[in-house]
């Protein structure tokens, strides 16, 4: 794989119209994604957490992949819901991105996207915010340890295409442009 840092990547892609196949119905496999992807003239493509199996001979093969086709894992996409008002799912959603945390810098990727989480009713938008800027913060050791920024993520330009191999589709975005979450930041 070339020498250089997720961050230089000019190019990624994210398969957004093909998350049903590799999320949900499971019709496609992430060695296919991976494959289609290596034909699209890309840098990278960024991951989701909701189509890896935390499973290190799957993370293994998945990386052989990306660097047997010369591509980077700049960014993976992760929706924690850090909303959540009871503290045990709440730990749990914790726990899961830490894992993701780890999972990124396992991919050599430098981003790790997050959310905030869910509008909830009896959850005040001023409580929901301070408990989800809470726990980006209290993340931000964890993720700056394993050399990983988080970042939420706002779209601002987006080129889309249909990018068909056969029946297959992929929607990808030129550049994006993310905030960095910082320790003192507001």
């Given at each position: 794989?070339?020498?250089?840092?997720?961050?230089?990547?000019?190019?990624?892609?994210?398969?957004?119209?093909?998350?049903?196949?590799?999320?949900v119905r499971h019709t496609m496999k992430l060695s296919e994604w991976i494959e289609l992807g290596g034909t699209l003239g890309v840098d990278g493509l960024e991951f989701y957490s909701g189509f890896l199996?935390?499973?290190?001979?799957?993370?293994?093969?998945?990386?052989?992949?990306?660097?047997?086709?010369?591509?980077?894992?700049?960014?993976?996409?992760?929706?924690?819901?850090?909303?959540?008002?009871?503290?045990?799912?709440?730990?749990?959603?914790?726990?899961?991105?830490?894992?993701?945390?780890?999972?990124?810098?396992?991919?050599?990727?430098?981003?790790?996207?997050?959310?905030?989480?869910?509008?909830?009713?009896?959850?005040?938008?001023?409580?929901?915010?301070?408990?989800?800027?809470?726990?980006?913060?209290?993340?931000?050791?964890?993720?700056?340890?394993?050399?990983?920024?988080?970042?939420?993520?706002?779209?601002?330009?987006?080129?889309?295409?249909?990018?068909?191999?056969?029946?297959?589709?992929?929607?990808?975005?030129?550049?994006?442009?993310?905030?960095?979450?910082?320790?003192?930041?507001?």
């Amino acid at each position: 794989m070339q020498e250089r840092t997720a961050i230089e990547a000019e190019a990624g892609c994210l398969p957004q119209v093909l998350m049903d196949e590799l999320c949900v119905r499971h019709t496609m496999k992430l060695s296919e994604w991976i494959e289609l992807g290596g034909t699209l003239g890309v840098d990278g493509l960024e991951f989701y957490s909701g189509f890896l199996k935390d499973e290190p001979k799957f993370l293994e093969t998945a990386r052989d992949e990306l660097e047997r086709r010369g591509l980077e894992m700049p960014m993976l996409c992760c929706s924690p819901d850090f909303t959540q008002p009871d503290p045990v799912l709440l730990q749990r959603e914790i726990e899961r991105e830490k894992r993701m945390i780890a999972v990124t810098a396992f991919f050599g990727g430098r981003f790790c996207r997050v959310l905030s989480g869910q509008r909830r009713p009896g959850l005040s938008r001023t409580d929901g915010v301070a408990q989800v800027v809470r726990v980006i913060r209290d993340l931000l050791p964890v993720a700056q340890s394993q050399g990983v920024v988080l970042v939420l993520e706002i779209i601002t330009r987006t080129i889309t295409g249909n990018i068909r191999s056969s029946r297959r589709k992929a929607t990808c975005s030129s550049r994006s442009s993310a905030r960095s979450i910082r320790p003192g930041s507001g």
